[in-house]
């Protein structure tokens, strides 16, 4: 989990612009199925602040309620429920057993919840700080379109526009995969491959010299491993879900059945993806020269656990594809690199 005031140095090697007092401030904002990322300039580095995308349903109860605020642990009424949201919803899940519920589902506004917008709204606003000063800008994240549903994805990011609008910032948005390609790939004039593992979605976007040329996005993520993990093995997807953030080795035999079932469907995951990219360069028309091989960096919470990397290389290298590419590596910052390249975003578009 991303602290709630993380500072990091060395933001675009100190190139990016500054909003001038005259046009308020900018952020990027990532907002993952899973969690729900901010980033701000501080100084020559910057701040990151995260939220759980998440909340759960308690009976009302004052008593409740008082402890809810001893231990700073955010909630909001809604008629006859205590709906307790963000990080503290985790470990409300964790104690009782329980599901957490999503105000998104594979990268879109979850459309079997009715108060999402809402609680969604609550996160934002917390993380941002409230209403904007006049001409603050956000960039905030969107998925590749999913194969399933492509025009949906018009319909949210309308949702998000207005919703940031209504807190007074100006909005613009980034494909989260070209987020990862400008938050990670500067040295390399922002070529290559970003790839976002997240919760609900895996994005992937091509740019050349920061100009997009293809991307996509897979309806895999971390939330789809989590729950065919559980059917599997009958435990919850909060439960899977903390044994994997304890320490999961991809590289290790699988001492229990939960982790053989964790290390089966990583693998298909990593192979959906490979075979995504190798189907997307075969029908790009306008790919450009390359004089140098391309690098491939992977973001997200799902490209953390110990031994991702490797196997992911060993995937992409098995399916030769038609152009060179420069190796795979991990981000620097893979819980915040969406945030950060949204953030750049932002602060060029000064």
Do not use: W
Not at 12 to 22: I, P, V
Not at 322 to 349: F, M, N, S, W
Request: glycine share 10%.
């Amino acid at each position: 989990m991303v602290s709630k005031k993380t500072v990091r140095k060395g933001l675009s090697s100190g190139k990016a612009l500054t909003r001038s007092n005259g046009h308020g401030e900018a952020a990027g904002l990532d907002l993952g199925t899973s969690t729900v990322v901010t980033a701000r300039k501080n100084g020559g580095g910057f701040r990151s602040a995260a939220e759980l995308n998440a909340f759960i349903d308690l009976p009302p109860s004052r008593f409740t309620e008082q402890i809810l605020d001893q231990n700073d642990i955010d909630y909001v009424r809604d008629g006859r429920r205590i709906v307790v949201y963000g990080n503290g919803a985790a470990k409300f899940a964790n104690m009782f057993n329980a599901e957490t519920r999503r105000p998104m589902r594979h990268g879109l506004v979850n459309a079997t919840e009715p108060h999402a917008q809402k609680l969604l709204k609550v996160i934002v606003k917390k993380l941002l700080g409230g209403k904007a000063s006049k001409g603050s800008l956000v960039c905030y994240s969107v998925p590749g379109a999913p194969f399933s549903a492509p025009t949906s994805l018009v319909y949210h990011e309308a949702l998000m526009k207005q919703m940031l609008e209504s807190l007074g910032y100006e909005a613009k948005s980034i494909n989260e995969g070209l987020a990862v390609v400008f938050s990670e790939l500067e040295n390399e004039n922002f070529s290559g491959i970003g790839i976002s593992f997240g919760g609900g979605l895996t994005n992937v976007a091509l740019a050349y010299l920061s100009v997009p040329v293809f991307s996509f996005a897979i309806e895999k993520g971390g939330d789809d491993i989590d729950e065919a993990v559980g059917k599997v093995t009958g435990e919850t997807a909060t439960r899977v879900r903390t044994i994997k953030e304890e320490g999961l080795d991809l590289n290790r035999r699988a001492r229990t059945k939960i982790e053989g079932a964790l290390q089966i469907y990583y693998q298909d995951l990593i192979n959906t993806v490979v075979e995504g990219i190798e189907e997307a360069l075969s029908r790009t028309d306008s790919m450009p020269k390359l004089d140098r091989p391309l690098p491939v960096v992977l973001a997200g919470g799902s490209a953390l656990p110990k031994g991702f990397k490797l196997k992911f290389e060993r995937a992409l290298t098995a399916q030769k594809l038609p152009i060179p590419l420069a190796g795979v590596r991990l981000g620097k910052e893979p819980l915040t690199a969406t945030a950060r390249g949204a953030l750049l975003a932002a602060l060029y578009e000064n």
